[in-house]
C-alpha cells in the first residue's frame, strides 16, 4: 500500500512503533478519528525533530531558545558547550536510573532498548537565563512529551520550571512541576511555549514567599494517589494492579514522570537545579526517634544518608542525624505507597528551619 493510501492511524503505528492496545481492555479505550490521527502524527514529527536538532553538531541555532532580553549574544555562545552537556547529562540520567525500570515489563525484551521504546520522551530546553559572568542557571524551563506507546493517539506535555537568583536582601527561589493532556482534538493548544498558568494543573512545587526570611513553602497537593490513577489512564488507557504489574509501578511511574521533566534524582535533585527543603531528624527532640532507627537496626548508606535496604545499621544515634528526606521525595513515596522506616518520619518545614533571617525586621528591596 502506498503512502497516501494509508490512513493517519496506520502511518502512525508504522512511524512510531505503537504497541496494540492489550485486548483486556481495548474496548475502553477511544480508536481516534482521522483528523485526531492526523493532529498527532504532525506535532509528534515536528516536536521530534526540533528535539533532534536542536543541539546537534553545528546546526545548533540559539534563536530557538526562547530567553531573557538582558541575556546578550555572546554569553549565549559562551554558554553553548555547557547546556550541550546538560542535555546530554539529563538524557543518559534518565536512560541509567529510569528507563532500565521498565527493563522487566513483560512487553519488554530486557534489553534499554526496548525499555525505550515503552516510554517514547521528548526532552527540549525552554526558557533560560544565566548569570552574566558565571555559568550559573537563574532560569530555566525543562519541557518534555511522554507520548502513549500504545495505538492511543495521546500525549502528556510536561514542564518544570526553576528559578533560583541571589540578591543583596536574600535568595530568590522557586521550583514547580506541571502537566498538561493533549488528545489531539480541537480544543488542544499545540504551543508548548505557552505560560504554565495555560497547563491543566501544578503538580507540586516549593519556593520562598518571603525571599529574606527563606522558609521553604511547599504544595504537593495535587500530588496524590488519585493524579497518578487519572495519569496512568490517560497515557495507558488502564489503571489496572495488573498493568502496574506487567508494565511498572506507581513509583516508578512516578520517577520516569518527574526524569522526564529534568528531575533525575528526587531526593538530592542535580548540581544545577537543587530541590529545595530537605527533612533531617537532627533536633533534640528527634533524639528519641534516632534512638529508635538503633534498636531497629534500620539500615542506610553511609555515604548519601539515605536509607538503603542493602546497607548497614548505625551503631550510634547521632549517626541517624544525617539521613536526609527531601519534600519531593516524601511526598511522591506517600502517594505511590512506598515511604520507608525512615521517609516514613519526614516533618514539613516550620520557621526554625527557615534559611535565612528569623527576625522581624523587614527587608528593604532596595538595599
Not at 513483560?106 to 520522551?121: K, N, R, V, Y
Request: aromatic fraction near 14%; charge should be negative.
Amino acid at each position: 500500500m502506498s503512502d497516501t493510501a494509508k490512513t493517519w492511524r496506520a502511518k502512525s503505528i508504522e512511524k512510531f512503533n505503537l504497541i496494540p492496545v492489550p485486548d483486556e481492555w481495548k474496548d475502553a479505550v477511544p480508536v481516534g478519528t482521522e483528523e485526531m490521527w492526523k493532529r498527532y502524527y504532525n506535532h509528534r514529527i515536528k516536536i521530534e525533530m526540533d528535539c533532534e536538532s536542536f543541539f546537534s553538531n553545528d546546526k545548533f541555532d540559539w534563536r530557538d531558545i526562547k530567553r531573557s532580553k538582558c541575556m546578550r549574544k555572546e554569553y549565549l555562545y559562551r554558554y553553548r558547550d555547557y547546556l550541550k552537556n546538560y542535555m546530554k547529562q539529563w538524557k543518559q540520567g534518565m536512560w541509567d536510573n529510569h528507563i532500565v525500570r521498565l527493563t522487566k515489563a513483560s512487553l519488554c525484551d530486557g534489553s534499554i532498548e526496548s525499555a525505550a521504546q515503552l516510554w517514547p520522551w521528548t526532552p527540549m530546553f525552554g526558557f533560560i537565563d544565566f548569570d552574566s559572568d558565571e555559568p550559573e542557571i537563574q532560569d530555566i524551563t525543562f519541557d518534555a512529551h511522554v507520548w502513549s506507546p500504545y495505538v492511543i493517539p495521546r500525549a502528556l506535555l510536561l514542564r518544570h520550571r526553576y528559578h533560583y537568583r541571589w540578591r543583596s536582601y536574600g535568595r530568590e527561589f522557586r521550583t514547580s512541576w506541571h502537566y498538561d493532556m493533549m488528545e489531539f482534538d480541537d480544543n488542544d493548544d499545540y504551543n508548548i511555549n505557552k505560560d504554565v498558568e495555560d497547563f491543566a494543573a501544578e503538580l507540586c512545587s516549593d519556593g520562598y514567599d518571603d525571599v529574606r526570611l527563606q522558609l521553604d513553602v511547599i504544595d504537593a497537593e495535587n500530588l496524590n494517589a488519585e493524579t497518578i490513577r487519572k495519569l496512568r489512564k490517560f497515557l495507558y488507557g488502564t489503571k489496572s494492579e495488573a498493568h502496574k504489574q506487567d508494565f511498572c509501578s506507581d513509583y516508578d511511574f512516578m520517577c520516569l514522570l518527574f526524569a522526564s521533566m529534568g528531575t533525575v534524582d528526587i531526593h538530592d535533585g542535580d548540581r544545577e537545579c537543587i530541590l529545595g527543603y530537605m527533612w533531617y531528624p537532627e533536633r533534640d527532640e528527634d533524639k528519641k526517634l534516632r534512638q529508635q532507627f538503633v534498636r531497629d537496626k534500620i539500615p542506610v548508606n553511609k555515604i548519601t544518608g539515605r536509607y538503603d535496604p542493602n546497607g548497614e545499621p548505625c551503631a550510634d544515634e547521632s549517626d541517624y542525624k544525617y539521613c536526609s528526606v527531601s519534600w519531593l521525595e516524601y511526598y511522591m513515596c506517600e502517594a505511590t505507597d512506598s515511604l520507608n522506616p525512615i521517609s516514613m518520619h519526614y516533618r514539613d518545614p516550620e520557621r526554625e528551619d527557615a534559611n535565612g533571617q528569623k527576625d522581624d525586621v523587614p527587608y528593604d528591596a532596595d538595599y
